[in-house]
Nanobody, 115 residues
Framework: QVQLVESGGGVVQAGGSLRLSCAAS????????IGWYRQAPGNARDMVAV???????NYADSVKGRFTISRADARNTVYLEMNNLKPEDTAVYYC?????????WGQGTQVTVSS
């Protein structure tokens, strides 16, 4: 079982930056994959960035070069640093974890980018 709690969402102007945090209830290095998805109104929930237990990262094409995922295992926390934000980045961002075939979700945090 993995509980996930996000924080750090908010409202920012285009071109600005935000950092999201996801606190996990167990050691992040022991989780098979952990990261971030997002869902805009009327859209599906899409992968943003994921990091594996081995440290490999995977990013959506739309955020490459702007977003960075990192993991602080001592704090059981995963971060998403978001730079040069665009209005199309507006969505609810969900922390995601997958371990031994089971998927876990956080409650979500709203990110709104104004133009």
């Amino acid at each position: 079982q993995v509980q996930l709690v996000e924080s750090g969402g908010g409202v920012v102007q285009a071109g600005g930056s935000l950092r999201l945090s996801c606190a996990a209830s167990r050691s992040t290095y022991s989780i098979g994959a952990i990261g971030w998805y997002r869902q805009a109104p009327g859209n599906a929930r899409d992968m943003v960035a994921v990091i594996s237990a081995g440290g490999n990262t995977n990013y959506a094409d739309s955020v490459k070069g702007r977003f960075t995922i990192s993991r602080a295992d001592a704090r059981n926390t995963v971060y998403l640093e978001m730079n040069n934000l665009k209005p199309e980045d507006t969505a609810v961002y969900y922390c995601y974890a997958r371990n031994y075939g089971v998927t876990y979700w956080g409650q979500g945090t709203q990110v709104t980018v104004s133009s």
